[in-house]
């Protein structure tokens, strides 16, 4: 099973994400646990972690977040702003597949931000 940690500023958007990406996941049969956390609890929550999401917000951070993640061993993608969207938790799904190597079901994708 693999671990994915969502996280943004105060932790309501990222547990919104990670509720509707649990159901997303479920219904694909991938085998995911995905959490909701905030930037302030990150290096608390990165161990055991396969994947760390990025909440768009947070694109000001997201080198320095990655940055953090990479020390820990993990990979880390930052969400674009489409993901609170309809149809956000399924793209999202697509991005976690295609970087934890799994088969996915549809062919939109979200992009990685270069470092």
Avoid: K, W, Y
């Amino acid at each position: 099973m693999n671990r994915v940690l969502i996280i943004c500023g105060a932790g309501a958007s990222s547990t919104f994400l990670a509720l509707r990406l649990r159901g997303v996941a479920r219904s694909r049969g991938l085998d995911l646990t995905v959490e909701a956390g905030t930037r302030f609890d990150l290096d608390d929550r990165l161990t055991g972690t396969d994947l760390l999401l990025v909440g768009p917000h947070l694109g000001a951070e997201f080198a320095e977040l990655q940055a953090r993640a990479n020390d820990a061993g993990v990979g880390a993608a930052l969400l674009p702003d489409t993901v609170f969207d309809a149809g956000g938790a399924e793209a999202a799904a697509d991005l976690v597949a295609d970087l934890l190597g799994a088969p996915q079901a549809s062919t939109d994708r979200l992009t990685v931000e270069p470092t």
